[in-house]
């Protein structure tokens, strides 16, 4: 496999970084999937209302990914980040499967803020939207704009998606919420297998997210969710793993700085330059960031 941003060595110490945060004005037009469940989300989330949370955590930038499939919201995105210094890149939304997905990557070339682009596979009827030709034609331009795409997918989606990854190995992928298992239910077949075998495709990055909001909000339990995150740092070692918040999503189960705190004790074990890794040079790398 020729070099990608995922082979860059780094050479000095990096600021901790979440790779997965959200940002939004609410209406509930435009953000149908935060149901009745996730009440305490219908509300707008801000650069103000994260940054004291990022201050608890001692977490010094952020990636921001989109949260409702329109361009429109990847151009306020990367309005944010001109004007917040700490948003240091955004993954923002763009057509994949339509004709003119073409010249929406062209107009966003001249972004240097863009850095990925995610489409929710998760809320597609077809289980195999993924292997459509007009959606992989889309995927097969991203490279070409120095663009990672995010994986957005549930377990079940876990064999196409191995599939999908194949048809593009020069591609950098980061799979978002590691595969969202069922960790309510506490089940990790076929979760594990299939993981272990994307994991095989050294052009595929995980985030350390969104496990809390795969378990029971209220009742789910540090040692409940550890051996999913036990199969993540086997499967893919700490040059892999990032940490990401998936704020304000997380808060339905989880504060920020609780979230953090977990993880940060789950990579208090590894030695220095690995914990580095997960807490901010996986994602500085994967992303292409700016290093401050």
Not at 9 to 35: C, M
Not at 123 to 130: H, I, K, Q, R
Not at 167 to 192: C, M, S
Not at 202 to 209: E, L, T
Request: charged fraction near 25%; hydrophobic fraction near 40%.
């Amino acid at each position: 496999m020729s070099a990608t941003a995922l082979d860059i060595p780094r050479t000095n110490p990096v600021t901790k970084i979440d790779s997965h945060q959200h940002f939004w004005r609410y209406n509930v037009a435009e953000y149908p999937w935060l149901g009745d469940t996730m009440s305490v989300l219908h509300r707008d989330f801000l650069p103000e209302h994260l940054t004291p949370e990022m201050s608890k955590a001692n977490i010094g930038g952020v990636v921001s990914v989109e949260a409702r499939a329109q361009t429109e919201e990847t151009r306020w995105l990367l309005e944010l980040a001109r004007t917040n210094q700490f948003i240091r890149g955004v993954v923002g939304w763009v057509p994949l499967a339509s004709p003119s997905v073409a010249g929406e990557l062209e107009e966003f070339s001249s972004e240097s803020n863009l850095k990925g682009v995610r489409y929710a596979l998760q809320g597609e009827p077809d289980d195999m939207f993924m292997l459509r030709e007009d959606f992989n034609a889309g995927v097969s331009l991203l490279q070409s704009f120095n663009l990672t795409y995010d994986l957005l997918i549930v377990e079940k989606l876990l064999p196409q998606t191995i599939a999908f990854v194949d048809r593009h190995p020069q591609q950098p992928f980061i799979l978002d919420h590691i595969a969202k298992p069922r960790i309510t239910g506490g089940v990790i077949e076929p979760w594990r297998t299939n993981l272990r075998e994307l994991a095989r495709r050294d052009n595929v990055c995980c985030k350390i997210s969104g496990l809390v909001t795969e378990a029971d909000f209220a009742g789910w339990t540090e040692a409940q969710l550890a051996p999913y995150f036990e199969t993540v740092l086997e499967t893919f070692g700490a040059k892999r793993l990032m940490f990401g918040s998936d704020w304000p999503v997380c808060t339905v189960a989880c504060e920020y700085e609780r979230w953090h705190a977990i993880v940060d004790r789950w990579v208090g074990r590894l030695s220095v330059p690995e914990q580095e890794e997960v807490l901010g040079g996986t994602a500085v790398r994967a992303y292409n960031l700016t290093e401050e």
